[in-house]
C-alpha cells in the first residue's frame, strides 16, 4: 500500500512540474514577454522572444529535472527504510533497538509475540524488564561494559516473559555508530531457544536412560540365574520331611523373599526392554473398564476414580498383561500423591482418546492418568523414569515402578510424558501406535 502511495508521487510531481511550466508562461508573458518591453531590446523582436523563450524553458527543465532527481533519491531512500523495517517485523528473531542509555526506541513483531509484553509496556523503558534472576550483577556490568566500549557482545542469555515463564535466547548485541565515532544506539538481536534446549534435554535424558537400562538388563539377567538356584533349592528344601516347624517357617520367608526379587529382577528386565512380550490388539476401552472394579478395590474408598473415551473402538499392539501392570503402577503412584496432598475432593481420572496423525503420519491412541495430588517439583521430572529413584521413605517402595512404566511403553515403540504444576496435579500422557483391530 506504502509503495503504491510512492509510485503516485511521481505522477503527481510531473502535473505540478506540467503546472510549473504553464504558470511559468503565463508570468512570461505578462512581464517578460510584454510589447513594451520586446520594444526597448536592440534586438529584432521575434527573435528576442524566440531566445528568451528558450532561455527561459531550458531553466524550467534544468530545474524539473534536479528536482525530480532530488525527490527520486529521497524517495528512493524512504523505500529502504519500509523493506528494512518489513524485514525486521517479519524475522523470526527477536529485536530490540536502545539508545545510548539504554531506553528502548524499537521492538519488532517477534519480541512482542514472544515476551507477551505491548508496545507501550516497552517503548521507553530499559530491557531490565527482562531480567530473569538467573544472572548476579557481575554478569550484567560484563555486559554493559562490552558493549559500551565499542565491542559486540554475543552469548546465551534467561529472559523473563511477562507471564514470568523464563525462555533461553541466543543473543548478539552491536553498538551502533553515528557519523561522529560515538555510538548512538544499541541492537540486540535474540533467537529463542527454547525448543532446541528442551529437545536437547530430551535426547541427554533418553540416551542417560539407555545407558541405565543396558547396565540394569546387564545386572538383573546375571541376578536372575542366581534366584533361580536359590529357589530350586529351597523347593527342595521345602520337600524334606525331617524340618521342624521353625525351620519351616524360615523357608517360607525366604521363599516371599525370593518372590519379591523375582519380581523386582522382571521389573528391571522390563525397564531395560529384555522382557519377553506377547502382543495382541486389544481394545483399551474394554481392557480398562475390566480393571475397574480392581483399581477401585486397590485405592482409597474416598477417592473418586473416572474413566472417559472419546471412541469405543481404540486398538493398540500390546502384552495385555504389560498394560495392565502399567495402568495399575500409575494408579497407585497417582493415589499415593493424593494422600500427601490431604484433598477434601480427591479423584484420578483415566482419559483414552485417539491422536489423529498430522500430515499422513502414524495416528495415536492417548491414555492419560491424571490426578489432583501434590505435583512433581521440576527439579525432579528428569529422573522420574530412572530406576530406584524414588521420593518415598526406606522401604516403602523400590523405585522400579515409573521404569517398568517408561521400558513398557517404549517396548511397544511408544512414549510416555509427564506434566505437572507443583502443589496442584500430575499428568501422566502415554501414546502408543493405533491398530486398526483387523
Known amino acids: 500500500m506504502k509503495k503504491c502511495i510512492y509510485q503516485y508521487r511521481f505522477i503527481l510531481l510531473g502535473l505540478f512540474t506540467a503546472l510549473l511550466v504553464w504558470a511559468a508562461d503565463a508570468v512570461a508573458d505578462t512581464f517578460i514577454f510584454s510589447e513594451r518591453n520586446l520594444q526597448e531590446t536592440l534586438l529584432h523582436p521575434e527573435l528576442t522572444e524566440l531566445y528568451l523563450r528558450l532561455v527561459f524553458g531550458l531553466v524550467i527543465i534544468l530545474f524539473s529535472i ?4 532530488s525527490v527520486s533519491q529521497k524517495d528512493q531512500h524512504i523505500m529502504a527504510l519500509m523493506e528494512y523495517s518489513e524485514v525486521l517485523s517479519q524475522t523470526d528473531e527477536l529485536i530490540l533497538i536502545t539508545d545510548k542509555q539504554g531506553l ?4 519488532n513483531a517477534a519480541f512482542y509475540l514472544t515476551t507477551g509484553y505491548a508496545e507501550h509496556e516497552i517503548i521507553g523503558h530499559t530491557p531490565a524488564v527482562l531480567k530473569s534472576g538467573e544472572h548476579d550483577d557481575q554478569y550484567y556490568r560484563e555486559f554493559w561494559h562490552i558493549i559500551s566500549s565499542g565491542q559486540s557482545w554475543k552469548g546465551r542469555m534467561v529472559s523473563r516473559k511477562k507471564s514470568g515463564s523464563l525462555f533461553p535466547a541466543l543473543m548478539t548485541v552491536n553498538p551502533l555508530f553515528g ?4 555510538i548512538h544506539s544499541y541492537i540486540a538481536i535474540q533467537r529463542d531457544m527454547s525448543e532446541e534446549e528442551s529437545r536437547e534435554q530430551q535426547l541427554r535424558q533418553t540416551e542417560r536412560l539407555h545407558a541405565t537400562g543396558l547396565l540394569a538388563g546387564g545386572i538383573a539377567h546375571e541376578f536372575n540365574n542366581i534366584l533361580a538356584a536359590m529357589t530350586n533349592n529351597l ?17 517360607d520367608s525366604l521363599e516371599r523373599l525370593t518372590t519379591r526379587s523375582a519380581f523386582l529382577v522382571k521389573e528391571l528386565l522390563t525397564f531395560a526392554g529384555k522382557e519377553r512380550i506377547n502382543t495382541e490388539c486389544i481394545n483399551i476401552v474394554d481392557l480398562i473398564d475390566e480393571m475397574l472394579p480392581f483399581l477401585k478395590a486397590s485405592i482409597s474408598k474416598n477417592i473418586v476414580l473416572t474413566t472417559d473415551h472419546d471412541d469405543p473402538l481404540l486398538h493398540i499392539n500390546i502384552d495385555r498383561t504389560m498394560l495392565k501392570e502399567v495402568i495399575t503402577n500409575l494408579v497407585l503412584n497417582a493415589c499415593d500423591a493424593l494422600e500427601d496432598a490431604h484433598r477434601e475432593d480427591p479423584c484420578i481420572a483415566i482419559s483414552m482418546y485417539m491422536v489423529k496423525p498430522v500430515k499422513d503420519k502414524q495416528a495415536y491412541v492417548g491414555i492419560d492418568v491424571k490426578d489432583n495430588g501434590t505435583g512433581i517439583a521440576p527439579e525432579l521430572l528428569d529422573h522420574i523414569f530412572e530406576p530406584f529413584f524414588t521420593t518415598k521413605e526406606v522401604g516403602e517402595g523400590s523405585g522400579l515402578g515409573l521404569a517398568m512404566v517408561h521400558g513398557c511403553v517404549e517396548m511397544h515403540q511408544g512414549e510416555i510424558t509427564v506434566a505437572s504444576v507443583p502443589g496442584e496435579s500430575s499428568c501422566f500422557s502415554m501414546h502408543f501406535p493405533f491398530s486398526s483391530g483387523l
Not at 66 to 69: L, W, Y
Not at 104 to 107: Q, R, V
Not at 237 to 249: E, V
Open 66 to 69: 534536479f528536482v525530480h532527481r
Open 104 to 107: 528502548i526506541k524499537y521492538a
Open 179 to 182: 557519523e561522529d565515532g560515538d
Open 235 to 251: 523347593f527342595l528344601l521345602q520337600r524334606r520331611n525331617d524340618m521342624n516347624s521353625a525351620g519351616m517357617q524360615i523357608l
